[in-house]
């Protein structure tokens, strides 16, 4: 089958490279039609990566948030026109321990290898969900952001103790709000409360219990357990406002936030309260799954998850590609998500 890839070649410079998709068994060949800008996308775009990086893994097709139908099926598992949700992670092996997204050997898209900004993308069976029905495309769009804070859920509800009376979201971005939405589902009882700079953004999150802005928080607030969604050289400086002042003894932070550069964190203090880190990063296909199964049974999620949408831009040429990135640019505080046309 003919295909063609657009392949970010260097920063700004997407070029369209025509290729080949052999067909084989057990395959599944999907067209996209819903992308959604990531951040990690915008730094390849934007050149932000060092420069041994982009040398590394350029050129590559960019986006690694997607939904399409499918085109054509060999492993008998999907029906032609099903939508679907296409898995960016791709392990080689299992292990008893290790998930599949922390596995040095798995390959993941749109870092390193072609990400989903193609006309058709081939794809193993196991890395294709379905989309149930009533989702709006835009929402699932950006579903592999969700079971990214999925997948940390599951994490957390293994590594901290029962102690949950009260639980912290540092972040009002996207990713804070989709984290903060999932903790209130999968944690009702608990008093969640978040933590911000922006009061509109912050006011965004209307099944929180409470709202904060960093530098204005009473003294008497305290957390069991906390979430670190601000990422960048932010981080750290809320990860310490968690450990120093907010977070309880013995409490769980999730990090979740990216940071390009290493950021300090007050390890006496860590000490001092026995406190717990982890760190938590893309998801699989288990994660996946089981976001989309939460949205077909609470259709409020899926409803409250339209407030995660900005620009929607529909991308006919390479130009309207720029042009979305350019937006996202702009008004990066919520999610871009291309409708994807090129391919029709």
Known sequence: MNNTIYRLIS??????????????????IVKPTHMSICHADQRYYQGMRPPEVLAKKLPMAIIHECIGTVEKDTSGSFKKGQRVALVPNTPFETDDIIAENYLPSSKFRASGYDGFMQDYVDMRPDRVIPVPEGIDNNVAAFTEIC???????NRFDK???LRRNTIGVWGEGNLGYITALLLK??????????????????????FADGIYQVNDIPEDIRVDHAFE???????????????NEVIN??????????????????TRMVLEKGLRLFGSSRSGNSDFAGYLNLCKNDPEVPELMKK??????????????????????????RKTVICWNLNK
Do not use: W
């Open 11 to 28: 920063p700004h410079e997407i070029k369209a490279e025509q290729a080949v998709i052999n067909e084989t068994d057990n395959q599944v």
């Open 147 to 153: 079971s990214v804070s999925y997948h940390v859920l």
């Open 159 to 161: 590594i901290a103790h």
């Open 185 to 206: 589902k999968r944690f009702p009882e608990s008093r969640l409360l978040i933590f911000g700079v922006v009061k509109e953004k912050l006011e965004e999150f209307t």
């Open 229 to 243: 969604c601000v990422g960048s050289s932010h981080s750290g400086t809320a990860v310490n406002q968690m450990i």
């Open 249 to 266: 003894p013995e409490g769980t932070i999730a990090l979740m936030g990216v940071s390009e550069d290493p950021v300090p964190i007050n």
């Open 308 to 333: 995660v949408i900005g620009d929607v831009v529909d991308v006919n040429c390479i130009d309207d590609i720029h042009e979305a990135f350019r937006l996202d640019m702009e008004n990066g505080s």
